[in-house]
C-alpha cells in the first residue's frame, strides 16, 4: 500500500503554523517555544551504537516485501518484536510500514505526526518527510535529500517522487518561520536550516572584509626563521594564517598542524604593536589540554624565544563550551555572542572534526570580525557526534569556491609551497612526521577508498600493520595487553604515577560498538581475564592498584575532562590514589582519593569515536561485521591514525572492504551553499 492521500496542491501557503507554548508543553519534556529541541531529545534517546542483529529471514513487513531491507550495504533491521521501545504503536497506517522495517523509529514516527496535527498537514506523504528529516538529524545530518531514502530500501512503498516533492514544497509546514526548510531539494528542521546559512553568512563575510594589516617584511623574517624550507606547506599556511580573518589548517595526525600553529603565534607576536589576545579551544577538555601541551613541546622544538614561550605559557587552552560560556539551563545557547564578542584577536580551534554545526554557529556569531580564526583538525577522520560534518563541508565548499585574484605579497610568500588552495583560505598538510611508514600507507589507501590497496598492505609483511582473521588465535593482542598491563601495575604498585600514566599510551584496544561480540564491553571483560591470569588487574577489589580509568563526565571542582584517563597507584604512605595528568600542576600532575571521583569507568578498551584527539604507541583495532551500520571509512581512518608504531586490526577481509568502500554519508547544504556563496 503505497501512502495515501498524496494532495495535488498541498494547503496554501502562507498559513500561520497553529503551534503554541500550550500545544509543545503537552507532550512532556518541551520547553515552550522550541519544538524541535523536544523532538531532538527524544530522538537523542536511541542508543547510537545498538549492534545491528543480522536481518531475520522471511520476516513479513505490514504492506511492504517479505525479507531484510538493505540500506548502503547495511541490513536494516525490522522491528519483529511487538514491545521494541523503537515501535511506533500509534503510528498511522501509511507511517508503519517505515517503522516496522527499521527506517523510523518511534521519536521520528510521534515528532511527525504530532508536527503534522499542530500544522494542520494531513498528508501522510508529507509526514514521512518530516519523519525523514527527524531521522537524519538522528543520524547526524543536518537535512535529507528526498531521493535517498528510497535508495536505501528501494522495497518500501515510496510515494512518486515529482508528487511527494510539489506536497512538500506546498505544504504549511515548511517554509520561513514554519518547523521545517525546503532548499535545493533538501529538506531541513527549521533550526539547522538557520544554522547552517548563518555559518555559510558569517565565513563569507569575513572573506569579504579586508584583510588584516601585517609588516609582511617582519613576517617574512620570522618565516624565514622559523620555517625556512621555501616548499614546505607548514609554512604557506603560517603565511596565509598570519594574513587573513579565517584559515582553516588541515591534515593528519603528525602532518605538523600544532606546529604550524605555534610558528603562526610566534610571528603574530613579532608584529609591531601590543602582543595579540589569544584563546585556544578544543571541543572536549582532553583535547584541549592536548592542544596547550603540545603548543609548548612545539615551542621549545621552534626555539621561541623565551618571551614568546612563555606569552604561549600564558594562553590556556579550554573547550568550545568553555569559551563561549556556558548559561545555566542551556547548552546550546552562550554568555558569548553576536552582542557580547569574545575579547580575542586570535581564536585557535584545534580537533575542528568533533565540532557540530549548532557549535560552529555559535562559535562565529561570537567572534568579532577582527579576530583571527583558525581552525584546525583532519577533514577524514569522523564527525561530531551531533549533527553536521562542517570541517568537512568547509575545506570541501571553500575548495570549490572560484579562486579568488591572490594578494600579490601573501602569493610571493606561499610561491612554490605545496598549497593549491591557499587563496582560498584553505591549507591542508600531507607529509606525516610521526608515525611509520606502513600506517601511512594503509591510512592514505582508507581515506582514498582503495580497499585492494588497503588489504595488500595489511597483508603485506610490514612492521607497524597487521591483519589478525582469528583474534583469539592470535597471540600478538593478547601479548600487548598483558605488557603493557603488568608494566602499568608495576609502576603503580611503585608509586611511579608519571610512568603509570605514560603506560597508559602504550596499547589500546579500540572497538566500533560498546555493546555485542565486537564491543567495548566484551572485549574489556576479556583483557581483564588476560590481565587476572598474570595478576595484572586482581579481582575483587574496585579500586586496585593498577587499574586505569576513563572520567566519562566533566568534573569542573576537579578540573577533570570527559575523556580524561587516569591510574590507581599507591603512594609513598601506602595510600591508594588516582593519577591524571595536569600541565602547570607541581610535578605535572594531580592525585585524588577515589572517594571523590564519580564519572569515571575501567578503560581496557575503548570505542573509536571515544580515542578521537588521542594517540597510542600500539593499537589493535576491533571491527564489527560488515553489516553494522557504524563501519565507516572514517571510522577505520580515524581508529587506524590513533597509531604511532603499530596498528593490529582485527577483522575479516568482507568487513575491512566494507568499511574502506562505506564513506559516511552525512547530508548537509554547507558544501554547496559556501561553494555558490
Ligand atoms: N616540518 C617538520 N619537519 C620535521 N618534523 C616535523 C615538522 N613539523 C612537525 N614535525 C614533527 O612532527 C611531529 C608532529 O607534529 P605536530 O604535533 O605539529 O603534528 P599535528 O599535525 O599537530 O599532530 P596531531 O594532530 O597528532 O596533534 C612532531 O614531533 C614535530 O616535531
Not at 289 to 303: H, N, P, S, T, Y
Request: charged share 25%; glycine share 10%; hydrophobic share 45%.
Amino acid at each position: 500500500m503505497a501512502p495515501a492521500g498524496l494532495r495535488p496542491g498541498g494547503a496554501p501557503r502562507g498559513r500561520a503554523l497553529p503551534l503554541r507554548p500550550r500545544h509543545v508543553r503537552a507532550r512532556g519534556a518541551a520547553r515552550a517555544g522550541a519544538p524541535e529541541r523536544r523532538l531532538r531529545l527524544v530522538a537523542a534517546a536511541r542508543p547510537r551504537d545498538r549492534p545491528v542483529r543480522p536481518a531475520a529471514r522471511g520476516c513479513r513487513v505490514s504492506a511492504a516485501p517479505a525479507g531484510p531491507v538493505r540500506a548502503a550495504g547495511v541490513a536494516l533491521e525490522p522491528l519483529e518484536d511487538p514491545y521494541d521501545v523503537r515501535r511506533a504503536r500509534g503510528a498511522d497506517a501509511a507511517l508503519r510500514p517505515y517503522n516496522e522495517a527499521g527506517l523510523l523509529e518511534a521519536a521520528d514516527v510521534h515528532v511527525a505526526q504530532r508536527l503534522g496535527e499542530l500544522g494542520g498537514e494531513p498528508d501522510p506523504a508529507v509526514r514521512l518527510a518530516v519523519a525523514l528529516a527527524v531521522r537524519a538529524v538522528r543520524g547526524g545530518s543536518t537535512c535529507v535529500a528526498l531521493d535517498e531514502p528510497p535508495r536505501l530500501a528501494p522495497e518500501l512503498p515510496w510515494p512518486d517522487p515529482a508528487a511527494w516533492v510539489r506536497a512538500v514544497g506546498a505544504s504549511p509546514l515548511v517554509g520561513p518561520g514554519r518547523p521545517l526548510r525546503w532548499e535545493d531539494g533538501l529538506l531541513y528542521l527549521e533550526r539547522y536550516h538557520r544554522q547552517e546559512v548563518q555559518v555559510c553568512d558569517d565565513l563569507l563575510r569575513r572573506e569579504a572584509a579586508a584583510p588584516p594589516r601585517v609588516d609582511l617584511a617582519r613576517l617574512r623574517d620570522g618565516l624565514d626563521r622559523l620555517l625556512p624550507e621555501r616548499t614546505s606547506a607548514q609554512r604557506a599556511a603560517a603565511a596565509v594564517a598570519a594574513t587573513r580573518w579565517t584559515t582553516v589548517l588541515g591534515g593528519g595526525p603528525g602532518t605538523g598542524k600544532t606546529t604550524t600553529v605555534a610558528v603562526l603565534l610566534a610571528l603574530l607576536l613579532d608584529q609591531p604593536g601590543p602582543p595579540p589576545r589569544v584563546a585556544l579551544a578544543a571541543p572536549t577538555g582532553k583535547a584541549a589540554a592536548r592542544l596547550q601541551e603540545a603548543l609548548l613541546e612545539a615551542a621549545d622544538r621552534l626555539r621561541l624565544p623565551a618571551g614568546d614561550r612563555s606569552r604561549l605559557e600564558g594562553h590556556t587552552a579550554s573547550t568550545l563550551h568553555r569559551l563561549l560560556g556556558p548559561r545555566p539551563g542551556t547548552s546550546t545557547r552562550f554568555r558569548h555572542d553576536r552582542d557580547a564578542t569574545l575579547p580575542y584577536d586570535v581564536v585557535v580551534v584545534d580537533e575542528t572534526s568533533m565540532v557540530s554545526l549548532t557549535l560552529m554557529a555559535r562559535l562565529l556569531e561570537a567572534l568579532r570580525p577582527d579576530t583571527r580564526l583558525v581552525l584546525v583538525g583532519d577533514p577524514d577522520q569522523l564527525a561530531s557526534v551531533e549533527a553536521g560534518a562542517v570541517l568537512a563541508d568547509l575545506v570541501g565548499g571553500l575548495r570549490d569556491r572560484p579562486a579568488p585574484d591572490p594578494d600579490p605579497a601573501v602569493a610571493a610568500l606561499v610561491a612554490g609551497a605545496d598549497a593549491p588552495d591557499w587563496p582560498r583560505g584553505v591549507v591542508v598538510l600531507r607529509t606525516n612526521h610521526r608515525y611509520g611508514a606502513g600506517i601511512g600507507a594503509l591510512a592514505e589507501a582508507v581515506r582514498r577508498g582503495d580497499a585492494d590497496a588497503a588489504l595488500a598492505q595489511l597483508r603485506s609483511p610490514s612492521p607497524d600493520t597487521v591483519l589478525v582473521e582469528d583474534p583469539l588465535g592470535d597471540p600478538g593482542a593478547r601479548g600487548d595487553v598483558v605488557a603493557a598491563g603488568t608494566a602499568l601495575r608495576r609502576a603503580a604498585l611503585e608509586g611511579d604515577a608519571a610512568g603509570a600514566l605514560a603506560l597508559l599510551g602504550r596499547h589500546r584496544l579500540l572497538c566500533a560498538h560498546r555493546t555485542g561480540p565486537y564491543g567495548v564491553d566484551v572485549w574489556s571483560r576479556q583483557v581483564e581475564r588476560w590481565l587476572a591470569a598474570q595478576g595484572a588487574a586482581p579481582g575483587g577489589d574496585e579500586w586496585y592498584v593498577g587499574r586505569p580509568l576513563l572520567v566519562t563526565a566533566n568534573d569542573y571542582a576537579l578540573g577533570l575532562y570527559n575523556g580524561d584517563t587516569g591510574v590507581v597507584v599507591r603512594t609513598a604512605d601506602g595510600e591508594v590514589r588516582v593519577a591524571f595528568a595536569r600541565a602547570g600542576a607541581a610535578d605535572g600532575l594531580v592525585r585524588f582519593a577515589p572517594s571523590r571521583l564519580h564519572e569515571v569507568q575501567t578503560v581496557h578498551a575503548m570505542t573509536v569515536h571515544r580515542s578521537q584527539g588521542s594517540q597510542f604507541d600500539r593499537v589493535t583495532l576491533v571491527l564489527p561485521e560488515q553489516d553494522s551500520p557504524l563501519l565507516t571509512r572514517e571510522l577505520l581512518y580515524t581508529a587506524l591514525t590513533r597509531a604511532q608504531s603499530l596498528v593490529r586490526v582485527v577483522a575479516g577481509e568482507a568487513a575491512l572492504r566494507a568499511a574502506v568502500e562505506r564513506p559516511a554519508v552525512r547530508a548537509s547544504g554547507l558544501r554547496g551553499r559556501l561553494a555558490a556563496g
